[in-house]
């Protein structure tokens, strides 16, 4: 049997922004696509700063979602080995 997995992209949209979204915007937004109930929520990025700055706070943002009440697993971007060494670090991210 097979199994359709649900992947909600929010960092797509987001990093073509060029206006800077603050941190407590994207947290908020986040928060509320975690509760809809997504397998998957794509929410940020570990690339370099230039590349993508609308990103440049994917560590303080996965430091504030409240992942308690949700089933949905984090994906982040990665694009070298530095990016997968940062998003390592972090338990909530899965791989």
């Given at each position: 049997m097979s199994r359709v997995l649900l992947t909600e992209c929010p960092r797509d949209?987001?990093?073509g922004i060029k206006t800077f979204i603050?941190?407590?915007?994207?947290?908020?937004?986040?928060?509320?696509?975690?509760?809809v109930g997504f397998d998957v929520l794509d929410f940020g990025s570990?690339?370099?700063?230039?590349?993508?700055?609308?990103?440049?706070?994917?560590?303080?943002v996965i430091q504030q979602l409240d992942l308690s009440?949700?089933?949905?697993?984090l994906l982040a971007?990665?694009?070298n080995e530095r990016g997968a060494h940062e998003a390592l670090?972090?338990?909530q991210i899965h791989f």
């Open positions: 949209a987001m990093q603050p941190t407590s915007v994207k947290i908020s937004y986040l928060q509320s696509l975690l509760r570990f690339v370099s700063h230039k590349a993508v700055p609308q990103m440049r706070d994917t560590h303080e009440e949700t089933n949905t697993k971007i990665v694009a670090s972090y338990a």
